[in-house]
């Protein structure tokens, strides 16, 4: 190593490196000395310490250099901080504070309210954290000293004392209060810019909500200044008016824009200069509701149409009209639809006038009804004849019985239920009733016999179609139905008339029929006991024929005469305890001789069962049913009649069971009716009343009777009588 020169020559060195913390070699310490071996020991350690020493005054002053540089960094960022940052000591002292804390303070000094201001702004704030209570985004409106208001967001936090670690200062507590808490920092942030963008958002957003309204309007819209120029049109005005045909059109001025268009009244007649609506409005006039202008323009495509006007002034802040919004609403189109609304209703009118005097001319009483309580659409003439009084329309058909006193009843002459009134019945059941046989009787006592037909309908489904489907006839899909009466009281008279003339003829016939009858059973036993001349062969024969034929007539007569008095409810029957199979088998026998190919064989359950009954009535009746199933088995076969009792519905049931002919499907339903006889069989002898005046005697005991049969096959008449006393009397 060299030796500086003029230095003295050094002789002998002693050297300490000097080390940092992380023992890296940062330096040394050399001593020399001009003559050899002077070094001690003791020199040795005093280098080995002093170079300990350079060591750590090396880094110390490294360590410090390095937190001034922290201390600038810091300083630099909390001076830049937009938000104010103050900190203050435990005794509320500003320890420190950034330039927008310090700014703002100064700038509160100078506004009268400024003490107050700062007192809530920090202090306030500030108090809270040393008593250990943050306080978080507080708000707070301030008036600066240019008049504007600011919003702020306060927050104050509690500075702490650390406890644990290196920094811990366990020996400093002789300062700080006791809760720890020896500063606070607060913090205001400025929120005027935010809500100003937040309002401004939202100013922007309702603005686009007016453009898409202004722009989605059916009417055209125009938007004017305080001159009358168009400051904003929407699409339907360009539109209705045609405006894109004159490039120029909305910078045109007032007065020529009008002339372009043509306005003029009602009337034909062209406004006046200065009446526009623009100019109305914009001297203040309100045009809405009744005030709305009804004027004529011709389109800039040379469409001649109609519009309404209306609009208002647009009034500035300080009560001057700032410009003028108008309305233009297109009113050919609803001129258009109103004519045809109202040809379309004279049509309606006119078909349903037409069709009411249809129907007001018909003999037989029409109407139409809807809902569940059957209440009237319409009804023609002939059904206020029928009812005796005029049903108004949309009155239920109870309410108006009732307030009218009308009655009516079956044609057993008991008064029906309104379930059972075919009007009714249609509207509540959907059923479709015919031929229904109802006597009305009027308040007055009068009575009228009808025949009522109802018919279910499916209004809506009609209706829709042929009128207008907004106001339908009946509402929704109510049930409706439509009602014929027809009078019957002349075909009822007439009836009455031949009946009593059947009676009358039937009776009369009785005494001749008698006398014939015991002549030629006279003769024919004077005969067969070869008493006065002998009689021929033939002669014989037509006696017999005679007899046979008489007897018939008899039995027709007799028919007659039941049916006459059935008719008029005086067939009256005399019950009493009657064994029905000693009845059975007695009727049986007298008919089992009149034919051979047909064996008659009796099921009785019991020797006796005994009913309350007409005896001479209920053998009539097993003998119409014996004798048809005979009559009706041509080709012969068994005949069974089979009695037992029910003791569950406390009834006699008796059944007459043949392998004849057989009653057609089609037919069974009717064969109960008077003169009613099936087509298979025509080429029988009958009157095809029998039946008819069993089932009325039966019923008249209180029984029933119905039957099941096979054409081809057979059938079998039933028959049930209640066992007690069921008579019902003749009416
Ligand atoms: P009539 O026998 O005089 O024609 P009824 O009133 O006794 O009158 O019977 C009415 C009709 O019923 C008959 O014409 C016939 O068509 C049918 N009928 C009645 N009983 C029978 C039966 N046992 N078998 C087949 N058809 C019958």
Same mark, same amino acid.
């Given at each position: 190593?060299?030796?500086?020169?003029?230095?003295?020559?050094?002789?002998?060195?002693?050297?300490?490196?000097?080390?940092?913390?992380?023992?890296?070699?940062?330096?040394?310490?050399?001593?020399?000395?001009?003559?050899?071996?002077?070094?001690?020991?003791?020199?040795?350690?005093?280098?080995?310490?002093?170079?300990?020493?350079?060591?750590?005054?090396?880094?110390?002053?490294?360590?410090?250099?390095?937190? =001034?540089?922290? @201390?600038?960094? %810091?300083? *630099? $960022? !909390? +001076?830049?901080?937009? #938000?104010?940052?103050? /900190?203050? &000591?435990?005794?509320?002292?500003?320890?420190?504070?950034?330039?927008?804390?310090?700014?703002?303070?100064?700038?509160?000094?100078?506004?009268?309210?400024?003490?107050?201001?700062?007192?809530?702004?920090?202090?306030?704030?500030?108090?809270?954290?040393?008593?250990?209570?943050?306080?978080?985004?507080?708000?707070?409106?301030?008036?600066?000293?240019?008049?504007?208001?600011?919003?702020?967001?306060?927050?104050?936090?509690?500075?702490?004392?650390?406890?644990?670690?290196?920094?811990?200062?366990?020996?400093?507590?002789?300062?700080?209060?006791?809760?720890?808490?020896?500063?606070?920092?607060?913090?205001?942030?400025?929120?005027?810019?935010?809500?100003?963008?937040?309002?401004?958002?939202?100013? =922007?957003?309702? @603005?686009?909500? %007016?453009? *898409? $309204? !202004? +722009?989605?309007?059916? #009417?055209?819209?125009? /938007?004017? &200044?305080?001159?009358?120029?168009?400051?904003?049109?929407?699409?339907?005005?360009?539109?209705?008016?045609?405006?894109?045909?004159?490039?120029?059109?909305?910078?045109?001025?007032?007065?020529?824009?009008?002339?372009?268009?043509?306005?003029?009244?009602?009337?034909?007649?062209?406004?006046?200069?200065?009446?526009?609506?623009?100019?109305?409005?914009?001297?203040?006039?309100?045009?809405?509701?009744?005030?709305?202008?009804?004027?004529?323009?011709?389109?800039?495509?040379?469409?001649?149409?109609?519009?309404?006007?209306?609009?208002?002034?647009?009034?500035?802040?300080?009560?001057?009209?700032?410009?003028?919004?108008?309305?233009?609403?297109?009113?050919?189109?609803?001129?258009?639809?109103?004519?045809?609304?109202?040809?379309?209703?004279?049509?309606?009118?006119?078909?349903?006038?037409?069709?009411?005097?249809?129907?007001?001319?018909?003999?037989?009483?029409?109407?139409?009804?809807?809902?569940?309580?059957?209440?009237?659409?319409?009804?023609?003439?002939?059904?206020?004849?029928?009812?005796?009084?005029?049903?108004?329309?949309?009155?239920?058909?109870?309410?108006?019985?009732?307030?009218?006193?009308?009655?009516?009843?079956?044609?057993?002459?008991?008064?029906?239920?309104?379930?059972?009134?075919?009007?009714?019945?249609?509207?509540?059941?959907?059923?479709?009733?015919?031929?229904?046989?109802?006597?009305?009787?009027?308040?007055?006592?009068?009575?009228?016999?009808?025949?009522?037909?109802?018919?279910?309908?499916?209004?809506?489904?009609?209706?829709?179609?042929?009128?207008?489907?907004?106001?339908?006839?009946?509402?929704?899909?109510?049930?409706?139905?439509?009602?014929?009466?027809?009078?019957?009281?002349?075909?009822?008279?007439?009836?009455?008339?031949?009946?009593?003339?059947?009676?009358?003829?039937?009776?009369?016939?009785?005494?001749?029929?008698?006398?014939?009858?015991?002549?030629?059973?006279?003769?024919?036993?004077?005969?067969?006991?070869?008493?006065?001349?002998?009689?021929?062969?033939?002669?014989?024969?037509?006696?017999?024929?005679?007899?046979?034929?008489?007897?018939?007539?008899?039995?027709?007569?007799?028919?007659?005469?039941?049916?006459?008095?059935?008719?008029?409810?005086?067939?009256?029957?005399?019950?009493?305890?009657?064994?029905?199979?000693?009845?059975?088998?007695?009727?049986?026998?007298?008919?089992?001789?009149?034919?051979?190919?047909?064996?008659?064989?009796?099921?009785?359950?019991?020797?006796?069962?005994?009913?309350?009954?007409?005896?001479?009535?209920?053998?009539?009746?097993?003998?119409?049913?014996?004798?048809?199933?005979?009559?009706?088995?041509?080709?012969?076969?068994?005949?069974?009649?089979?009695?037992?009792?029910?003791?569950?519905?406390?009834?006699?049931?008796?059944?007459?069971?043949?392998?004849?002919?057989?009653?057609?499907?089609?037919?069974?339903?009717?064969?109960?009716?008077?003169?009613?006889?099936?087509?298979?069989?025509?080429?029988?002898?009958?009157?095809?009343?029998?039946?008819?005046?069993?089932?009325?005697?039966?019923?008249?005991?209180?029984?029933?009777?119905?039957?099941?049969?096979?054409?081809?096959?057979?059938?079998?008449?039933?028959?049930?009588?209640?066992?007690?006393?069921?008579?019902?009397?003749?009416?």
């Amino acid at each position: 190593m060299g030796v500086p020169r003029g230095h003295p020559v050094v002789r002998s060195f002693l050297g300490a490196p000097l080390l940092d913390r992380m023992a890296q070699v940062r330096g040394g310490l050399l001593l020399g000395h001009r003559e050899p071996g002077q070094f001690t020991r003791d020199d040795e350690a005093l280098l080995v310490g002093l170079a300990a020493q350079a060591a750590v005054a090396l880094e110390n002053a490294q360590l410090y250099r390095l937190a =001034q540089r922290r @201390a600038q960094e %810091l300083n *630099a $960022i !909390f +001076e830049s901080i937009a #938000d104010g940052v103050t /900190v203050m &000591d435990h005794q509320r002292t500003i320890v420190r504070e950034n330039g927008a804390a310090r700014r703002l303070r100064e700038q509160l000094k100078d506004t009268p309210e400024g003490e107050r201001v700062v007192e809530a702004l920090l202090y306030t704030p500030a108090r809270h954290a040393l008593n250990g209570k943050a306080v978080e985004d507080l708000p707070l409106s301030v008036v600066d000293s240019h008049n504007e208001t600011r919003e702020y967001l306060v927050n104050a936090t509690p500075l702490r004392l650390l406890t644990t670690g290196p920094l811990s200062q366990k020996n400093d507590t002789m300062n700080t209060p006791q809760n720890g808490v020896f500063g606070a920092v607060v913090t205001w942030h400025d929120a005027t810019e935010r809500r100003l963008q937040e309002a401004e958002h939202q100013a =922007q957003a309702y @603005a686009s909500q %007016l453009e *898409a $309204i !202004f +722009e989605a309007m059916t #009417d055209g819209v125009f /938007v004017y &200044d305080r001159h009358g120029s168009i400051v904003q049109v929407n699409t339907a005005a360009r539109r209705l008016l045609a405006l894109d045909v004159v490039p120029d059109y909305t910078a045109r001025p007032l007065e020529e824009r009008i002339a372009l268009l043509d306005m003029r009244d009602t009337q034909g007649q062209s406004l006046p200069r200065g009446t526009s609506a623009p100019a109305r409005l914009l001297k203040g006039e309100v045009l809405t509701g009744a005030n709305a202008l009804e004027v004529q323009v011709r389109a800039l495509d040379g469409r001649e149409v109609q519009v309404s006007i209306g609009g208002a002034p647009l009034w500035g802040q300080e009560g001057r009209i700032t410009g003028a919004v108008t309305t233009f609403r297109d009113m050919s189109e609803r001129h258009r639809l109103e004519q045809l609304e109202r040809r379309i209703h004279a049509e309606t009118e006119a078909r349903r006038a037409l069709l009411q005097m249809i129907l007001d001319e018909l003999p037989s009483s029409v109407y139409l009804v809807h809902g569940s309580d059957a209440r009237l659409i319409l009804a023609n003439r002939a059904s206020a004849t029928v009812w005796g009084a005029s049903w108004p329309p949309g009155q239920p058909m109870d309410e108006f019985l009732r307030e009218h006193g009308i009655r009516v009843f079956g044609m057993d002459g008991l008064a029906l239920a309104p379930e059972q009134l075919a009007t009714l019945r249609a509207v509540r059941d959907g059923e479709m009733v015919y031929q229904h046989q109802e006597v009305i009787r009027h308040s007055d006592g009068t009575s009228m016999h009808v025949l009522v037909n109802a018919v279910a309908l499916d209004l809506h489904h009609l209706f829709s179609s042929t009128v207008d489907a907004t106001k339908p006839l009946a509402e929704g899909t109510e049930p409706a139905a439509l009602v014929v009466h027809q009078d019957v009281s002349a075909m009822k008279e007439a009836e009455r008339l031949k009946d009593e003339f059947i009676a009358i003829a039937a009776h009369e016939l009785r005494n001749p029929l008698a006398v014939l009858k015991s002549y030629a059973q006279a003769l024919l036993f004077q005969a067969r006991r070869g008493r006065g001349y002998e009689l021929a062969d033939w002669q014989k024969e037509a006696l017999q024929n005679i007899d046979l034929a008489t007897h018939r007539l008899v039995d027709l007569t007799e028919e007659l005469l039941d049916v006459t008095r059935l008719q008029a409810g005086q067939l009256a029957l005399h019950a009493e305890p009657t064994d029905l199979v000693a009845l059975t088998r007695r009727v049986a026998a007298r008919l089992q001789v009149t034919s051979e190919r047909h064996p008659i064989a009796i099921h009785a359950a019991q020797e006796h069962i005994v009913a309350e009954a007409d005896p001479l009535r209920i053998e009539q009746v097993l003998g119409n049913l014996i004798t048809n199933a005979i009559k009706y088995s041509p080709e012969g076969g068994r005949i069974d009649l089979t009695l037992r009792e029910d003791p569950q519905a406390d009834t006699v049931e008796l059944y007459v069971e043949d392998q004849g002919i057989g009653i057609p499907a089609h037919q069974q339903a009717r064969i109960f009716g008077r003169f009613e006889r099936a087509d298979n069989a025509r080429k029988i002898d009958g009157t095809g009343l029998g039946l008819y005046i069993c089932r009325a005697l039966v019923e008249q005991h209180g029984g029933r009777i119905w039957f099941e049969s096979v054409e081809d096959q057979g059938s079998t008449f039933f028959i049930a009588l209640p066992m007690d006393q069921a008579v019902v009397p003749s009416i």
